[in-house]
């Protein structure tokens, strides 16, 4: 107001220049559903002469029914005068408000826009978030209603949403373990890595720790340590294959959901709220990324990060102890994980005693198992011997031809400008903002506690391969589940700040506001980006498409490939070696001795899919399927099985 009483041109124009928005904002999500063939339009802008005519009746359609909605409340509300019109018009907005997402929810829709633009995708999810966090303010009341509730109920209030949590984590369990399945019986993988796995599993069910015979020296400690391993063994002896590791892994990440709401509900006192976080948790694209990239130890890493953060906001000792014990022993490096622990612990947390327990802990660990343990003490190791080499990962921040770790921590100090143009790639910020967008960003609010995040983003974003920076890959396992542990931090901390006052809002609803921001947030990014729902991003191991985007009418050749590689497989005996193809590799590896062919010369079968091979590598095929030493059992579906009918010479039991 001027102090003549009278109302601002630039002030009352605005509520005007929002209601047209807001009348002709349904026309872009209505349009679509009468010419679903036209929404590539979005992106190429491209059309035939009669589109924008027809585009134009659906604004004006929106425009007058909308329109008089307006009218009506003006109406109804008995204000008279142009002051009058002006209110209602603002009221209107602030109920209406969420139609100003129809135009970018539409753009969405947009065939392959997620594969194509990004960057653009994720700007749209940013802009429906907010708009629907602002939407929902204008809903919330600003006070909640007294009412005399009973203690029962309030009881079933509490328990409700944990409930819910617990079949929330079910059916994300059996979802992914079946989504696992599938590609793995479907050939859907390129790493041998749940060979692997299943192999040293077998081994170490069977007395002989972490012996693995696909990797060199036989066993896994030339590339990781990672004796939490043993902790699974009983478990896989009940069922020895390389899907009870896929359905363990499904369920040991979806269990994360249930430490995150107890903190979330601890740290907000609302179990809804809380609710709204776990299931974001569990809609997260790089979770289904490392759920579905086979099985790794590092992957087991992250619900423990998550506990671990809820005993210390608990005062829990114990079970921080207990858990950070779990840590390190899930991979060695983790130790180096572990320190930023301690440095949360002893800084943000204020107890530096334990902090630098934490600390020395994870040193004297990581220093034992790299002098004593490991094949190689380097950090990134050489290579050499029976040890495999990590320098690649970082070979950008190692300048030194056979540098290491101190190499790496040198460059950070000394040329940190370089560091942060290799943090700053623009993959790398497409991979920051996944990672970050489904929690609205809300993590980097919590006050002293982004020092959990230090870890994870120097791994991720200080890579020079692909993989770390992928939410595609086990990697984001380091970084994904304390971004989540700290949404609940960032989410109370930014209601509190004294910004808030200034713009006006109420604490508690913005709160509240924001939780739907988060989920509708966490259901887009999922949508274009996730495991659930059929896009053109998702790839399994950043390669290939997973099978369940497929029809299942689609897959008869897959399933017929299945049902033959079952039958050739269930004629070898479990005591027997076997040497197969890279992708046959994870469904003969529950067994002491298996390998990639053409290693293994020794192997008392192969299993083989000859149009898989190359150079020498076939033409070894062609000349062992036509010698003496083997006999061909069983074939179909492009798929061979040989059995050794004759020892193995002295120059092939070498190989």
């Avoid at 793995?184 to 972490?210: K, P, Q």
């Amino acid at each position: 107001m001027r102090e003549d009483g009278a109302t601002p041109v630039r002030s009352s124009l605005a509520p005007f220049v929002v209601a047209a928005l807001v009348c002709l904002s349904p026309a872009a999500l209505v349009w679509p559903l009468f010419f679903p063939d036209r929404l590539d339009y979005v992106l190429t802008n491209r059309s035939d002469a009669s589109f924008p005519r027809s585009l134009a009746i659906f604004a004006l359609a929106s425009l007058a029914l909308v329109g008089s909605f307006y009218l009506y409340r003006w109406a109804r509300s008995g204000s008279r005068g142009f002051a009058g019109l002006v209110a209602s018009t603002r009221s209107c907005n602030s109920t209406l408000l969420i139609l100003l997402a129809c135009a970018p929810a539409a753009a969405l829709a947009a065939p392959a826009i997620e594969s194509e633009a990004p960057f653009f995708t994720l700007f749209l999810v940013s802009l429906v978030s907010l708009v629907a966090a602002a939407s929902a303010y204008g809903w919330i009341a600003a006070e909640g209603r007294p009412t005399a509730r009973r203690e029962d109920a309030s009881e079933w209030r509490q328990v409700l949403p944990l409930l819910a949590v617990l079949a929330a984590a079910g059916g994300y369990a059996l979802a992914l373990s079946w989504f696992s399945i599938l590609n793995h019986r479907y050939l859907n993988v390129a790493s041998f890595d749940l060979a692997i796995y299943d192999n040293l599993l077998w081994n170490t069910s069977h007395g002989r720790f972490l012996a693995t015979s696909l990797m060199k020296g036989g066993t896994h400690m030339g590339g990781h340590f990672d004796p939490v391993l043993v902790l699974l063994a009983p478990i896989y002896r009940l069922a020895p294959s390389a899907e009870t590791l896929l359905i363990l892994q499904a369920a040991w990440l979806g269990s994360a959901a249930v430490p995150l709401f107890l903190l979330s509900r601890r740290v907000l006192g609302a179990g809804w709220i809380a609710l709204v976080i776990a299931v974001a948790y569990l809609l997260h694209p790089a979770l289904h990324g490392i759920n579905l990239y086979e099985f790794h130890s590092i992957a087991l890493v992250g619900p423990l990060l998550v506990w671990s953060v809820y005993f210390l906001e608990r005062g829990s000792w114990w079970g921080y102890w207990i858990v950070l014990s779990l840590i390190l022993l899930t991979r060695e490096d983790m130790a180096l994980l572990a320190c930023g622990i301690g440095l949360y612990v002893a800084d943000s947390l204020r107890r530096p005693k334990a902090g630098i327990a934490t600390v020395f802990l994870a040193v004297l660990y990581f220093s034992i198992v790299k002098l004593w343990v490991m094949a190689e003490p380097g950090i990134f190791m050489s290579g050499t011997g029976d040890s495999y080499s990590y320098r690649t990962h970082f070979e950008q921040l190692i300048p030194r031809e056979g540098g290491g770790g101190l190499d790496f921590v040198l460059s950070l100090v000394t040329n940190p400008i370089f560091a942060l143009r290799v943090a700053l790639e623009q993959e790398k910020l497409l991979y920051l903002l996944l990672i970050l967008l489904p929690g609205l960003f809300l993590p980097l609010f919590s006050r002293g506690r982004q020092i959990l995040l230090a870890y994870g983003l120097v791994f991720c974003l200080l890579s020079s391969k692909p993989g770390p920076h992928s939410i595609y890959k086990q990697y984001s396992s380091v970084l994904l589940p304390f971004a989540m542990a700290l949404l609940p931090y960032g989410l109370r901390d930014l209601t509190r700040s004294d910004w808030l006052e200034r713009i006006g809002w109420d604490r508690a609803r913005a709160r509240r506001a924001l939780t739907v921001g988060v989920a509708v947030a966490a259901l887009l990014v999922s949508w274009k980006f996730g495991a659930f729902v059929g896009n053109r991003a998702f790839r399994v191991a950043q390669w290939r498409p997973p099978v369940h985007f497929t029809p299942a009418g689609e897959l008869v050749e897959e399933e017929a490939r299945y049902q033959s590689l079952a039958e050739l497989v269930a004629r070898i005996p479990a005591s027997a070696s076997v040497s197969a193809t890279r992708f046959l590799v994870p469904h003969v590896s529950n067994r002491e001795k298996v390998h990639i062919y053409p290693l293994g010369g020794h192997a008392d079968y192969l299993l083989v899919q000859p149009k898989t091979l190359q150079g020498r590598g076939e033409s070894r095929f062609q000349a062992q399927r036509e010698s003496e030493d083997f006999e061909e059992i069983g074939s179909g579906e492009g798929i061979v099985l040989l059995k050794r009918v004759r020892p193995a010479r002295a120059r092939e039991r070498g190989r």
